[in-house]
């Protein structure tokens, strides 16, 4: 906008001027014009100018309050005045209202009819005799005829003086009055009477009406400013005043369109004071005329601010401008031509303001385009085509013009803390369709509109050709005719002034694009578009001449770039040469070689013409010294990607880890082979760092499958001393070049120290070129992306958990073995069981070891004691309910694989149950006797019962006599010979067999040393047992599962005759026995296992009926039946016997026979058989029948004989057989 | 100037990390030469363009409160010819439709096939409000087409720590962006 006239673009507010007060502020200055000064008006007062504080504060806050910089919106409602101020002292010119006849015009002969000197009419102004209108008219306005002249004065507080100098004043001001209406111009007087006096009494009220009536002023012209204590109440008297006087400088200029109207409305062209000679001679038309009047119409309206009315004066005014009557008729050659394309333009910019200001921003935009189109077809039509660089000059200028009125017009739905981009269609411009760019953008839209014209201008500049680059001086005459009509130079340069031959003295395109394009950035940074901003910055930086500037612009965008995070890698491939160039010619190497680090990698596009070789990226460059150059992997996208993992999750301190490294290029292809001098693993935790150095020709690798290479890499512990100490590190020597595509992976495995997490923390790469060192570091993020773990060159599986890279390290697991030496397979219940132990020491070295044993169990565990091998010291376990337990027994050290033996002996134990034996080693080793480590071994131990039995009582018959009731003392039974001294029982005594059968559970052959049965009687009975057969002295072998049998006899009796009741026996079965001899154990020890025999009942009440054979061999083989009855009861009984005859046997005795049993007696009667039938059993069928209660009694067998349900039987042994024999068959 | 008429000069899909996953450009008319080769601007121009409707979309979710998503309207417009217009899934992805406002020549039989008569010279003036929602919605249905390929991982797309992502790749998505940037005129109800 800076381009357009001064003063034709203003914003217009009532002018006024002060008059009286001394200051250097914006003071008021004619026009050096000459034609102006000439009769330019004097306005002078002729009192001396105030000087007081009073006077000085009111006018500071006049100027204060001056509104040539408000905002151009409408918005601003607190504003109740608008002036531009100008001070004058005491004297002020106003510029003449006619202009003289220059001195060679000839005077026409009717008398001179002279017009202002701003009037297209008179000689003397430039737009004679056919111009519109100028810049100088609205400066006439704007800066030079004031609305309103405000004058201050004092008013005397000396009452002897009142009257004089009152009379002064009044002299004073109607001499300024006077010179005011000589002058012709309408301006307002207005007064201002300072006084010293607080209040105004009413001698001073009258004296000021005094002065006023004598000036003839207008109440509303005359203000009265007291004293005042504070600059408030100053201020606010002012703007009482001001605001009063604003209504009188409106009226000034209703006056001034009132003029201007009657002037368009007479309807006749004035004709100049002298009518033209020179040029085409020609006069301006009515229709130039209302074209002039119209726009002063606006102007004066927008001195009162009525935008509307000024927008409607301005369209009117372009519509006649524009129309066929006056811009069509300007030939194009003439300089009126751009003066009304001028005018066109201030027109709109007139109107667009005036639509800003009624907040109409999409008619603005629309209007703005409306008029970019309007010239385009004007200039095509009439001027020199839109097809030069003038046009698209035009086209700039148009862009920047909107920018720069937005600027000043700071839209508040529009400023940048609003961040809105852009003004949502106005209500009335709401129809159906609309285009985006209607929607009034934000500065940085327009400026950057503007700057793409501009590279179109400078094309199109480029492109002239040489022969109008010429200066016209040097030129032939017909070419410079010829330029004329072919370029458009509306306010801009000529060809030869755009783009001269001399390249460095014309347009600095350049400067201009970039001084737009930084214009639009700092716009669309304030609104945070910072993506667009970089785009900015980018476009800019093409522009750049000064390499620096680039790099100190595009440097901070290349480091932070978003783009390159974001997959935008066109637009970071881009920004990357542009910085390289640039840094390239700065000599910033470290940019060079990052750069060209990071255009290796495979995702940017390749250039043919690009050597793509790190080692060359200095060539051509100097430098001091040999740099390096550190580049971080987040910095940019790196062609090399690294991975490394462990192939789980857990290591064991002390242990290794087997890890993977793996590094791939994805550079382009075609790239050369880059060479890693050294690879520094960096790990967070206890692992150490891991170097792996380059070496040529190190043998094959373990597998090759296309670009994929595996090694199995050896690392070896190294100190290396370095800046800061030593330092070990893990080295390994691999071969390092990878060609664009490879992949090398590296087995590693890797020595973990200490527990805890470790990961690792970096890679960092060291390539080592002839003229500069690069680092390159690359971290490894925590990620939750699978990595890949190469099983083979040709085959790779997800390795599924988060961050591969990092490894939990678990404590140094023990190495001390805690074995249990062969023992028996199987404990048995009764017996001591002796464990050995043995503890290995598998660590490195010596282990100073202590060792608890816990025996744990449902049941209270056994005792036990342990002893430690080469002490004879035995230690006794301390037991509680549910554990026994030896803590603390130390061993002492145990060197390297050796091994210290623990021998644990458990009492024996009655009963099977189940336990555990729980031996904890804790030992630590000589090298580190802080750390205990702790070895724990468990052992079952499940002890079981050996033997397992069951019983049977048979009923013999007792071959002593019973005691007789009836002879009492004569009983002298002798029960048992030990029981001699005891006393000696005197009840019936009846013997049994016990039979019991046991069996050996064991899962080995044992050796039953002895068998016993122990009774325990009650106090009325005494019992004596005996076992029949005697086992051998050395024992019998039992094998598992096979039942043995033995019987005892048992002989009861009662300790005294009148005892009845029944006799409960508690019996328990002892078997002595003892494992077989073994190597270890030649004499293994005897064991003795109790088991308990159900509770016998013997002594019943019942009589019994016993049957005993016995066999005769002479003279006649024969078979002795004997029928015993015992009747234990105290009553005297009576049994009837028969006996059958049978076909088996002969016998002699009573067929039939009664017998009475005395009370606690028995009897018995015996019959003879002589069995028929031999190897037989045979029946007899012999019926016991108690004659009293009518029931037969069983006859129960002993000995020789059998029983079964319907009686019993007597075994007849073969006739072969002389001896005979007794089998018992039960 | 009247007889150009908009089309879509740009198609874009952004991923949740703002990175591009699809961009297809189409040929604009170009008044000179009465044809339509070439695009109205190049690649690298398109890419910028795109990538500076990704600082509106923040600005949007900076200035509203709550969630944004769906049709975005207008973000803005970058000159007189070429407007960007946006929409957000509920899932983070970003179609942005490039309307270039010259980019096709009127032919008034083709409109008056399209969207009926008298359309041809209205569709000359600018956009309707909600003009581009058939657009979004063919783009969207072919994302969704897209998302139910089960080879199709929009993790390996916009993956979950927020940096970069690969492109899409599928020739079918593809074909349908061309044919939606092809086949919308203004006024057209559904693509």
């Known amino acids: 906008m800076d381009d357009y006239p001064r003063f034709s673009l203003d914003h217009n507010v009532p002018l006024l001027v002060t008059l009286g007060v001394t200051t250097d ?69 106003l510029p003449s209202r006619q202009a003289q006849l220059p001195e060679n015009v000839e005077p026409p002969q009717s008398p001179v009819v002279l017009h202002s000197p701003y009037s297209p009419l008179s000689p003397v102004s430039q737009l004679y005799p056919d111009g519109l209108i100028d810049a100088k008219w609205v400066k006439k306005h704007q ?54 006096q607080k209040k105004a009494s009413v001698e001073v009220q009258e ?86 009047y119209d726009f002063k119409s606006g102007v004066f309206a927008e001195y009162r601010q009525e935008m509307d009315v000024a927008f409607r004066s301005y369209e009117q005014a372009y519509e006649n401008l524009l129309s066929s009557e006056v811009a069509e008729l300007i030939p194009n050659w003439s300089p009126r031509f751009n003066e009304a394309r001028q005018l066109a333009d201030i027109l709109s910019i007139r109107t667009l303001r005036c639509l800003l200001w009624a907040g109409q921003s999409t008619a603005a935009v629309r209007r703005w385009q409306h008029h970019r189109d309007r010239i385009a077809d004007l200039v095509d039509r009439r001027g020199s085509s839109t097809n030069n660089y003038g046009w698209q000059a035009w086209e700039a200028r148009w862009a920047t013009v909107m920018a720069n009125l937005l600027e000043r017009a700071k839209l508040p739905d529009l400023v940048p803390s609003t961040l809105a981009l852009y003004m949502p269609a106005e209500k009335g411009a709401m129809v159906d369709r609309i285009r985006p760019w209607e929607l009034l953008h934000h500065t940085g839209y327009w400026y950057r509109l503007a700057s793409r014209h501009l590279y179109r201008r400078r094309a199109f500049a480029l492109a002239i050709p040489e022969d109008d680059r010429r200066p016209p001086a040097s030129s032939p005459a017909s070419w410079v005719a010829n330029k004329a009509f072919t370029y458009d130079t509306y306010m801009c340069p000529e060809p030869h002034e755009e783009y001269p031959l001399n390249e460095s003295k014309g347009v600095n395109h350049s400067q201009l694009i970039t001084d737009c394009i930084m214009k639009a950035r700092s716009e669309f940074q304030k609104r945070q578009q910072l993506r667009l901003a970089a785009e900015l910055s980018l476009e800019c930086s093409r522009e750049f001449k000064d390499p620096k500037n680039v790099v100190l612009l595009l440097e901070p965008l290349w480091r932070d770039m978003s783009f390159r995070t974001e997959g935008w890698l066109d637009i970071a491939e881009e920004l990357s040469w542009n910085l390289r160039k640039a840094a390239f010619a700065t000599g910033r190497t470290d940019l060079v070689v990052t750069i060209d680090w990071e255009l290796l990698n495979m995702g940017f596009t390749k250039l043919g013409n690009w050597h793509y070789d790190l080692s060359k990226s200095l060539h051509g460059m100097e430098a001091d010294s040999k740099p390096t150059v550190k580049i971080h992997d987040g910095n940019v996208l790196s062609f090399l990607s690294t991975s490394f993992i462990f192939k789980s999750e857990e290591g064991k301190a002390g242990e290794v880890a087997r890890a993977q490294l793996s590094v791939t290029s994805r550079a382009h292809l075609g790239t050369a082979p880059i060479t890693i001098d050294r690879l520094q693993l960096d790990f967070v935790g206890s692992i150490r760092t891991l170097v792996l150095e380059h070496k040529h020709d190190l043998g094959h690798p373990s597998q090759e499958h296309r670009d994929t290479t595996i090694y199995s890499t050896q690392l070896e512990e190294k100190t290396e001393d370095e800046g800061d100490g030593q330092q070990t590190a893990l080295h390994g020597d691999v071969e390092l070049t990878l060609k664009p595509g490879e992949t090398r992976v590296f087995n590693l495995d890797i020595p973990l120290r200490e527990p805890g997490e470790a990961n690792a923390a970096s890679a960092r790469f060291f390539i080592h070129h002839e003229t500069f060192d690069m680092e390159f570091v690359a971290g490894f993020r925590e990620d939750t992306a699978s990595e890949k773990w190469y099983l083979s060159a040709s085959s790779k599986k997800h390795v599924s958990r988060a961050n591969a890279h990092s490894i939990r390290v678990l404590p140094r697991p023990p190495k001390m073995e805690i074995k249990l030496l062969t023992g028996p397979e199987e404990f048995y219940t009764n017996e001591y069981i002796d464990l050995q132990f043995e503890l290995v020491n598998a660590e490195e070295e010596k282990a100073s070891t202590k060792l608890d044993v816990i025996i744990r169990g449902d049941e209270p565990p056994p005792r036990f004691t342990i002893q430690v091998a080469g002490s004879d010291e035995r230690r006794e376990a301390s037991t509680s309910s549910d554990e026994s337990s030896i803590q603390n027994e130390s061993l002492g050290g145990i060197d390297a694989s050796k091994s210290g033996l623990v021998m644990v002996r458990i009492d024996a134990h009655a009963c099977s149950a189940t336990f555990d034996i729980t031996l904890q080693v804790t030992y630590h080793l000589e090298s580190d006797h802080a750390t205990s480590i702790i070895q724990t071994g468990t052992f079952p131990l499940v002890i079981v019962s050996p033997f397992e039995a069951n019983y049977d009582l048979f009923p013999r018959l007792h071959p002593g006599p019973w005691p007789t009731l009836f002879n009492y003392e004569a009983t002298g039974i002798e029960v048992g010979p030990e029981d001699a001294t005891a006393v000696v029982p005197r009840g019936i005594s009846q013997a049994w067999c016990l039979i019991t059968r046991y069996a050996s559970f064991a899962i080995t052959n044992l050796t039953v040393k002895g068998l016993d049965v122990r009774v325990k009687t009650p106090p009325s009975a005494r019992c004596h047992t005996t076992q029949k057969e005697k086992l051998p002295d050395s024992g019998r072998e039992v094998t598992p599962k096979t039942i043995e049998e033995t019987s005892f006899d048992l002989v009861a009796q009662r300790m005294s005759l009148d005892e009845r009741g029944t006799v409960a026996l508690d019996v328990s079965f002892i078997i002595k026995w003892s494992r077989l001899p073994s190597e270890s154990l030649p004499d293994p020890p005897v064991n003795t296992t109790i088991l308990a025999v159900p509770k016998l009942s013997i002594f019943g009440m019942e009589p019994r009926v016993l049957g005993s054979v016995s066999f005769i061999k002479t003279p006649l083989e024969m078979i002795e039946l004997t029928i015993t009855i015992e009747n234990a009861s105290n009553h005297f009984l009576t049994f009837g016997l028969t006996m059958e005859p049978s076909e088996e046997f002969a016998f002699s005795g009573s067929k039939q026979t009664t017998m009475h049993v005395l009370p606690v007696s028995r009897r018995s009667t015996t019959y003879r058989l002589v069995p028929l039938i031999r190897d037989a059993w045979i029946r007899p069928s012999l019926v016991v029948r108690d004659k009293y209660f009518q029931k037969v009694l069983r006859v129960i067998s002993t000995e020789g004989m059998k029983q079964d349900k319907d009686g019993f039987l007597i075994w007849v042994p073969p006739k072969e057989e002389d001896d005979e024999e007794e089998k018992v068959q039960q | 100037m009247a007889t150009a008429i908009p089309s879509i000069a740009c198609l874009g899909v952004i991923g949740r990390n703002n990175n591009p996953l699809h961009i297809t450009i189409f040929p604009s008319h170009d008044p000179a030469t009465n044809t339509s080769r070439q695009p109205v601007r190049t690649p690298l121009q398109f890419s910028l363009l795109l990538s500076s409707c990704l600082d509106v979309f923040d600005l949007r979710l900076r200035s509203t409160t709550g969630p944004v998503s769906g049709d975005l309207g207008l973000l803005h417009a970058v000159d007189e010819r070429l407007a960007a217009y946006g929409y957000e899934t509920n899932t983070g992805v970003r179609f942005i439709v490039v309307v270039d406002m010259r980019g096709r020549r009127a032919d008034g039989r083709l409109l008056a096939e399209r969207v009926g008569k008298g359309a041809a010279g209205a569709a000359a003036v600018g956009l309707r409000e909600g003009e581009m929602k058939p657009v979004f919605k063919a783009m969207q249905t072919a994302y969704i087409k897209l998302l139910q390929n089960p080879f199709y991982d929009p993790d390996e797309h916009s993956p979950p720590n927020g940096v970069g992502g690969k492109k899409i790749t599928s020739r079918t998505f593809a074909e349908d962006m061309k044919r939606i940037g092809e086949s919308w005129i203004p006024g057209v109800n559904a693509l």
């Open chain 1, 25 to 93: 502020e914006s003071p008021y200055t004619l026009d050096t014009d000459p034609a102006l000064r000439a009769n330019a008006v004097t306005i002078e007062s002729k009192t001396p100018s105030l000087d007081s504080d009073q006077a000085r504060g009111l006018l500071s806050y006049i100027l204060d309050h001056d509104a040539s910089d408000l905002p151009w919106n409408g918005h601003d409602a607190a504003v109740k005045y608008r002036f531009r101020v100008r001070t004058a002292e005491r004297t002020l010119s």
């Open chain 1, 143 to 196: 800066e030079l005829v004031p609305s309103v002249i405000l004058s201050f004065y004092n008013l005397t507080s000396d009452p002897t003086r009142a009257t004089l100098d009152d009379n002064k004043l009044k002299s004073d001001i109607n001499g300024v009055k006077g010179a005011l209406q000589q002058s012709g111009y309408k301006s307002r007087l207005a007064v201002m009477i300072l006084s010293e």
């Open chain 1, 207 to 292: 004296r000021l009406e005094n002065i006023r009536r004598g000036c003839g002023l207008d109440p509303k012209c005359f203000f009265f400013i007291p004293a005042v204590d504070s600059r408030d109440q100053l201020e606010r008297f002012a703007e009482n005043a001001m605001a009063t006087i604003y209504v009188q400088a409106l009226n000034y200029y209703s006056d001034m369109s009132k003029h201007v109207r009657k002037k368009r409305s007479r309807g006749v062209a004035p004709s100049p004071t002298v009518p033209p000679t020179s040029g085409t001679s020609q006069t301006l038309s009515l229709h130039d005329w209302n074209v002039r």
